[in-house]
DNA sequence: ACAGAAACATACATGCGGTACGTATGTCAA
DNA sequence: TTGACATACGTACCGCATGTATGTTTCTGT
């Protein structure tokens, strides 16, 4: 029985994870030496190189974990609704709610994709937020709300239009504002999918912009 | 008149604009010293350091110069266009035709946000494709064909789809049947921006996707 | 022709990432 | 319990890359 051991173990990636996010986040991945993170972790390079092979492997844990709260963030806030139009919209809305803690775009949207490449950026998305898109792309077209096509591609397409969104709003002067605007425009854009919009857009009242 | 020097620093600057885009192109902007780019342009660091003042500097002039080409290639493309809904066809086929680049990718797509920071690259990028999309979009809501919205907001979430695409067909094996895909998904996105799709889709025969 | 500036080249200082190696502690089997 | 081994680090060092400071040469205006 190794308890010790693996707590010990635990508990040093958890310090290097938690304060590398916070490093990262601050100043980015290529201007936090990987020195200032194993000291405010109160550990020595070994222990980094140890757990996660090179400065970019803590990165990727970083994102990991990041990637794993705004899905499950996401994925709380639309449990339960049965119309798809609606949990289009509050997983919209959860998705630019997490996307405001700035952590969360500078590691997760900015930097990752650089660091890690696009290929393998892409390859953990899919296993959290462009999975849950998919999932709920998939769900719209057997239901017949939005027309057939590949959904991996459009899914991906969405993601980005999304993503854009959240650095938008977090750039932003007028954070309220832009989030408003940007909410409403993803909105839009996502709402030509719909095979019947109009309709739609009466059952959600003043949930789809019909300006 | 200083006219021979001119010439001397056009020449030396076309040459690290050059090889570091090949490089930055190849291997990414961070795996690259400055010592290849300079001992590929067949000078030494002192130029370098006195035409763009540090790395960044030469990564941003040849991030601009990729902007120029690609905004001018879909330019290109959509002049003498009348019809709305052709020139967006028209430019988005143009914008990922450039895309089939790898350097279009690697440099203007994947690095140059994270190299320069969001702030920066949505600054440049507002002068160049992004300036397109948000002078599209102006006259496509003067002419009534899109309901009127805030433009910047929309056109940076249109560029965000469209960037996304680029990306994922640039990493599909198959980019011919990736590149058909993404196409469609965006034409099938942007067209529910038009407050008549239908009529669209009948003046454009084959051009709407309509499945 | 000469003063000054521009366009570089060279040499150096600094800092960061990775690796090799040492060490202490934990783990398991006999 | 004890010896063999694995794990989890700490330490020291090397190579490399960036930026800067300082020369040196080539132009340019007067």
């Keep these: 029985m190794r308890r010790r051991q693996e707590e010990r173990s635990q508990a040093t990636r958890a310090a290097l994870v938690g304060h590398a996010r916070r490093l990262f986040a601050e100043r980015g991945y290529a201007a936090v030496p990987a020195d200032e993170v194993v000291a405010a972790a109160g550990v020595t390079r070994g222990a980094l190189y140890h757990h996660y092979g090179d400065k970019q492997g803590l990165f990727r844990a970083v994102f990991e974990e990041i990637e794993r709260e705004v899905t499950e963030q996401v994925a709380e806030a639309i449990v339960g609704e049965d119309d798809l139009w609606q949990v289009m919209l509050r997983g919209l809305a959860a998705f630019l709610d997490a ?109 789809r912009p019909t300006q």
């Design 99 to 207: 996307c405001e803690r700035p952590e969360v775009v500078r590691i997760g949207l900015t930097d990752a994709p650089a660091v890690l490449g696009w290929q393998t950026w892409r390859e953990i998305e899919a296993e959290h937020g462009l999975g849950l898109i998919i999932a709920l792309l998939e769900r719209a077209i057997n239901e017949g709300v939005i027309a057939p096509q590949p959904v991996p591609v459009l899914a991906q397409i969405v993601l980005g239009a999304l993503i854009e969104a959240a650095l938008l709003i977090a750039a932003a002067e007028d954070r309220q504002a832009a989030r408003a605007a940007a909410e409403r425009s993803v909105q839009t854009l996502v709402s030509g999918l719909l095979v019947d919009s109009a309709a739609r857009g009466a059952e959600a009242p003043g949930g």
